[in-house]
């Protein structure tokens, strides 16, 4: 199984870049994992809210293959704690034939589009992180689930 976490525009903060570099780094040990950037759309001062959303959202559903398991990160989907989010991924590790897609919404979340296309809906709080935040909040959950389904010692519970 192949896992790409999809994201809308680049992340703009140094001190993001390296913290996600470095957990994407250390994940691919354990799982094929990469992240695919959508570029950020231009003169988005034109659009409206539901407009950039729905701009967005086609670059999204273009971007996405036959047979992708389609998840959302989303903060009204489903929570889990550590330890179930490590079981989710070895299920999926188990049952995925080709890509699990995570998908991070851009400034104004998704368009109903992109919902409907969606398979699943995961959260990983209930409060609401930017765009850029929550990238590197998914990755080291990532890591942390790879890390516990191998025994390492990073997670203490
Ligand atoms: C700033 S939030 C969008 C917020 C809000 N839903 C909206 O429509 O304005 C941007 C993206 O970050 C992700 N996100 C933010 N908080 C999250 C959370 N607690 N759990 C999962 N994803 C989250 C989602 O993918 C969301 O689409």
Do not use: C, W
């Not at 199984?1 to 994201?7: E, I």
């Not at 729905?54 to 992708?68: R, T």
């Not at 409060?127 to 890390?147: D, N, P, W």
Request: charged share 25%; hydrophobic share 40%; glycine share 6%.
């Amino acid at each position: 199984m192949k896992t790409t976490l999809l994201v809308v525009g680049r992340t703009v903060e140094k001190h993001f870049i390296t913290a996600i570099d470095d957990y994407i780094q250390r994940t691919k040990y354990f799982l094929s994992f990469d992240m695919e950037v959508i570029p950020e759309l231009k003169n988005t001062k034109n659009l409206s809210m539901d407009q950039q959303k729905e701009k967005e959202g086609e670059l999204i559903l273009k971007a996405l293959q036959p047979g992708d398991v389609i998840v959302l990160l989303d903060e009204h989907g489903k929570e889990m704690r550590s330890i179930e989010f490590a079981d989710y991924m070895k299920r999926k590790m188990n049952t995925v034939n080709k890509r699990l897609v995570f998908i991070i919404g851009g400034p104004y979340g998704f368009s109903e589009k992109v919902y409907q296309a969606a398979h699943e809906k995961i959260s990983m709080s209930k409060m609401t992180f930017s765009h850029q935040m929550i990238r590197l909040i998914f990755v080291e959950q990532v890591y942390r689930a790879m890390t516990i389904l191998n025994g390492g010692p990073y997670h203490h519970e």
